[in-house]
């Protein structure tokens, strides 16, 4: 069986897969197009994000059998039309579950503590303790957007604090030992922290809106680690101008590009932020995030770790070996 792989991945992705007697092939550079001429030739595929696996392209795939995405979601795949036609599709979501639970923890105990103000405020020669007085988590109520493994990864981190997590998921049945599942109303009505571990789907872009924002019974913070356009970058900051929104820790942001490798889409002009190595033209919202000081941005890094590197990658392995060896 051969397998293209479209984009680099830890060595034993490709090593094992080769002990395992399966021909690998690299192309981390052709275009879309390019790739899509040659792929009848393959059996499966590895890809990251690099680009959309459409309809065209897998018409083009007359004898794939397997789509390997080294990663969480499957947003940038046609899944309803790859599984019509009989490919398998393998994800690994288990091989960054953890990281994005240890990220999102840190993100929300930053900004209860005002570690990055104070950081940049002491690396100015500022020493202002009551201006940096936080607040602590004991005592508080974190739901969670999404029960799956990103949720109940977070939920796992959350033991050690003596605090209610509450869980809002459209599958029935998903709470556990470290999560009550309730409603969205009852969620809305008594979280002081909202955290997002949603896939990308019709269900969850924008869904944090101002409507969905202003439901919420308390003012709160939020968190998000899933996917940027699960949030209305604008109704974010009018509740962060408010006070609806105490804070909030951003992973991800509406403006990525679906390859999550650049934050804006270069051939647009109002999105372009380098220019002859001058930030320029950017969203007014995004300026509003950038010079806040209760915002933590981070570049979609949250399950981005040494460890999940490898664990990734082993992932994709041993379910390509279970399904095919």
């Not at 924008?206 to 439901?215: D, H, L, R, T």
């Not at 996917?227 to 006070?243: H, N």
């Not at 909030?248 to 590009?257: A, F």
Request: hydrophobic residues 40%; contains cysteine; proline residues 2%.
């Amino acid at each position: 069986m051969k397998i293209l792989h479209l984009d680099s991945n830890h060595p034993l992705l490709l090593n094992q897969l080769n002990d395992l007697g399966f021909t690998n092939h690299e192309d981390y550079t052709s275009s879309k197009i390019e790739i899509e001429a040659k792929i009848a030739d393959y059996e499966g595929i590895i890809i990251r994000s690099r680009f959309t696996v459409d309809k065209q392209f897998l018409d083009a795939a007359i004898n794939l059998k397997f789509i390997g995405r080294v990663g969480a979601g499957l947003e940038n795949i046609d899944c309803h039309y790859a599984e019509e036609k009989g490919i398998e599709l393998i994800s690994a979501p288990e091989g960054n579950r953890n990281a994005v639970g240890e990220h999102a923890l840190g993100m929300l105990l930053s900004l209860f503590n005002k570690l990055n103000k104070a950081d940049k405020e002491v690396r100015q020669g500022k020493w202002l303790r009551e201006a940096n007085r936080g607040i602590e988590l004991d005592g508080k109520t974190v739901g969670l957007i999404g029960y799956g493994n990103m949720g109940k990864a977070f939920a796992k981190k959350l033991r050690g604090f003596d605090i209610e997590v509450l869980c809002y998921d459209i599958k029935a049945g998903v709470g556990d030992e470290n999560c009550r599942q309730v409603t969205l109303e009852e969620l809305q009505e008594k979280a002081d922290v909202l955290s997002l571990h949603t896939p990308q789907t019709p269900l969850t872009t924008n869904m944090i809106n101002s409507n969905f924002i202003n439901a919420f019974k308390k003012p709160f913070w939020l968190i998000n680690t899933a996917r940027g356009k699960s949030v209305i970058t604008e109704d974010l900051v009018d509740a962060l101008e408010s006070g609806k929104i105490l804070g909030s820790g951003l992973d991800v942001l509406e403006y990525e590009k679906s390859s999550f490798e650049n934050l804006f889409k270069m051939d647009e002009p109002k999105f372009r932020w380098m220019r002859k190595g001058k930030k320029t033209n950017l969203p007014d919202a995004f300026q509003y995030l950038i010079n806040a000081d209760n915002v933590l941005l981070t570049p979609h890094v949250a399950g981005w770790t040494v460890e999940s590197h490898i664990k990734l990658a082993q992932t994709i392995v041993d379910k390509i070996k279970a399904k095919f060896c």
